[in-house]
């Protein structure tokens, strides 16, 4: 065991909850409050472990991260192995991101990883970055998936777009209903497991198909009529939406606290950036932006959302639902 691999004495009582965050050396300060909120409300009668699957993750990062375990809140990291999947992912992103797609990043692809990378685990929850907890995570880790590969929210950025609605339901063949956000995904892993996700989702990337959300695409067309739908508040995004009983938010897209002023609920980011190492990061982070970032942020958007319009053009879907 190396010594990140923080063990601490797992209550018996109860199963492990397993919380994997996919993370760089850039999203690590926004990684730090996520956890520490998801700390804050954990159960202290139960046992949950943060593992944290990286590529590039200095040691300094590794080590002020690791400095917020608690007592029955594991933390671990996993270095990113190169593997023929990873290396499909690898060219498709290189050239993905030469057309200026910001969503051309190996990391926002790890998540796919883990049910065949963590053997030990039958059931996980994933999490993006830019979430915040409200509640204890252990309640999303109970939730019954039934016959279902996975567990996550229609996402609602999507249905208040009718070219995204578009784009779903010609370009991918999703209903829009059905179409989810892939930012918090409870994973039955066994079931992923015998699904072959990870080879049917690079045999569909070699494909090299030209897609608005890469990563949250192949998960909606592969895992299609496999998906339990998540209730709002597991999945709160506090940009146009009451957070009234919410239990996990996320800053998706455009808003984030860590750049902008008006932010629906920023105060519980910073309150939650507070007890972590990162204020300071956060702080500078913050000061750097400038009205002209927001600005590029608000029309890469826009181009998003035109790139949806015309892929929702196609006479057939752009992906095969694998067998
Ligand atoms: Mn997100």
Not at 34 to 59: F, G, T
Not at 165 to 181: F, G, T
Not at 249 to 269: A, Q, R
Request: include cysteine; charge should be positive.
């Amino acid at each position: 065991m190396s010594i990140f691999n923080t063990g601490v004495k797992l209550l018996k009582k109860t199963k492990v909850v397993p919380v994997f965050l996919t993370i760089t050396d850039d999203y690590a300060k926004y990684a730090a409050p996520c956890i520490h909120s998801l700390m804050q409300h954990a159960n202290p009668e139960r046992s949950y472990r943060v593992i944290i699957m990286y590529d590039k993750l200095s040691l300094k990062n590794r080590i002020r991260l690791r400095n917020m375990v608690t007592k029955n809140c594991a933390i671990e990291f996993h270095k990113m192995k190169f593997n023929l999947y990873l290396q499909v992912i690898m060219r498709y992103c290189a050239k993905r991101s030469g057309s200026g797609d910001f969503f051309a990043r190996p990391v926002y692809y790890y998540r796919a990883f883990i049910a065949r990378m963590f053997l030990q685990y039958d059931k996980g929850i994933y999490i993006d970055s830019d979430t915040i907890l409200t509640g204890d995570i252990g309640e999303l880790f109970d939730i019954d998936l039934g016959e279902n590969a996975i567990a996550a929210r229609p996402d609602p950025k999507v249905a208040a777009v009718p070219e995204f609605i578009d784009y779903v339901e010609k370009a991918l063949d999703v209903p829009h209903r059905d179409y989810i956000n892939s930012g918090v995904i409870l994973m039955d892993l066994k079931k992923m497991r015998k699904l072959h996700y990870i080879t049917k989702m690079t045999d569909l990337i070699k494909e090299d198909a030209d897609l608005v959300a890469p990563d949250q695409d192949y998960l909606n067309v592969i895992l299609k009529g496999k998906i339990k739908h998540l209730d709002k508040e597991w999945n709160c995004q506090p940009e146009g939406e009451k957070v009234t009983g919410a239990k996990l938010l996320h800053f998706n897209l455009s808003k984030k606290p860590w750049y902008h002023d008006d932010v629906n609920c920023g105060e519980l980011f910073w309150r939650a950036a507070k007890g972590t190492g990162f204020y300071g990061d956060l702080m500078r982070e913050k000061e750097k932006y400038t009205p002209e970032m927001a600005e590029q942020s608000a029309a890469q958007i826009k181009a998003l959302i035109e790139k949806g319009a015309g892929l929702a053009q196609v006479k057939e879907p752009l992906l095969k639902t694998p067998e």
